[in-house]
């Protein structure tokens, strides 16, 4: 009868005894998640008896869940408390309740190939270099990463060398065999709590009315919520420092230099940025290349090439976007332009594209300039050509291009293609392979 009180607790949580009969009881059990809709959540109460069990509310953003219905939840017939035993996350334009606390087992390594030996259960945000993996030190050969995390694994303890960033969005992932450059050669592992983050972003802190999954704004000075994920970046060679702590700052990724081909920006060669790229392969992040202009193709593709010949992960590649079309207005034109500006990257990279600044030409391409309704039917049709682009990840908009090309005025208030921007629901922005 040990189990009563806890039975109890469950049947009578937050609700008037008057009320105790009206609720509907909800048990996650084993690998079983629920989606639910926001309106059940004060109708219900759950019960999470497993890990593995998760429940999403597909229309109610983390911030509200959190505020409104923690006491509906129960772990192991326990109340809820966040990041104790449950994490609440984004996802999309809704949220998902994780059942598992800071120390939960994200990932678990062996020293034996297709999960089999030895092992060892390894946590988040922990920086496992030799001291900390021990007996695991250059042993590894195969692990499980658990839904919901990402890792990194390199050669180096300082996580230079070779490296490779695995993530397990969508399913637990499974590597039964590393592959040669890895296999018995991991010193450095690192894992990160995933955010189930949509493609539409911002660049710069004016975030608040667009309703974005994400934003960054050339620093390294936020955090990430619940809802919203903060990207940083490293600007310049020696600006900002990456001796961070990434737990409190929440992020998962960093972008690389800031338009290095410009005499303005960064201004940086391609062997100085090569040079500089072991300080960004030490966080363990997820990494994105440097960041180049619309004009800095050439400097780009030799990064990459370089990159490359020396094994050194670039992760996906982010660029900017200004070209104009002749006539401002014509959406449909700007939106294929743009694609076929961003496929020919994607096919000399090989890797998935950030756009982390774009518009509908700028006030240094010429041309005729957007009216507002203009603008808005340019952006309409290009954040179409975004979101259903697959090897596109992410995308942010930059707002400060003359004023008939902003989403947000000096006043705060949302143009047109402002309101485009912010009332577009963009899908999940990365996609795990099966």
Known sequence: MRCLPLLLSFLMVAVAPAQTAAVRKVVLTGNKSVHEKAEMLGKSAYNFDSPDAWLFVDDLPPAKLISTYMDRLLVNYEPAVLNANVRVAQYESGCVVIPQGPKFPAMTVYDGKSLSGPSMSLEC????????????????????????????????????????????????????????????????????PWHWTSKKGIAGDIHQKLNVGWYYNWNLNQNST?????????????????????????????????????????????????????????????????????????????????????????????????????????????????????????????RPIWITEWNNGANWTGGKDPTEKDQAKAVDEMIKMLDKTPFVERYALYNWVEDGRMVQRKDGSLTPAGEIYRDKVSPLAYKQEK
Do not use: C
Request: glycine share 10%; charged share 30%.
């Open 125 to 192: 945000h922990v920086k496992y270099n030799d001291s900390k993996l021990g007996s695991m030190k250059g042993a590894i050969t195969s692990f499980k990463l658990k839904h919901g995390y990402m890792a990194t694994l390199a050669e180096n303890e300082n996580g230079s060398g070779f490296s490779k960033n695995y993530v397990a969005q969508d399913q637990d992932l499974e590597v039964k065999d590393l592959g040669k450059e890895l296999d018995g050669k991991v010193r450095f592992v690192r894992i990160f």
């Open 226 to 350: 619940a809802e919203l994920e903060y990207v940083p970046i490293k600007q310049k060679k020696d600006w900002p420092g990456l001796d961070q702590d990434w737990k409190a700052r929440g992020s998962t990724h960093l972008l690389g230099f800031n338009e290095p081909d410009r005499p303005d920006q960064a201004k940086m060669t391609t062997d100085e940025a090569i040079a500089a790229w072991p300080q960004l392969l030490a966080t363990g992040l997820r990494l994105g290349s440097p960041a180049v202009s619309d004009g800095g193709l050439g400097w780009l593709y030799d990064f990459m090439k370089k990159a490359d010949a020396a094994k050194l992960r670039v992760d996906f590649v982010a660029v900017h976007y200004y070209r104009a079309v002749a006539d401002p207005g014509d959406g449909k034109a700007a939106a294929a332009q743009f694609y076929n500006f961003i496929k020919e990257i994607h096919e000399r990279t090989g």
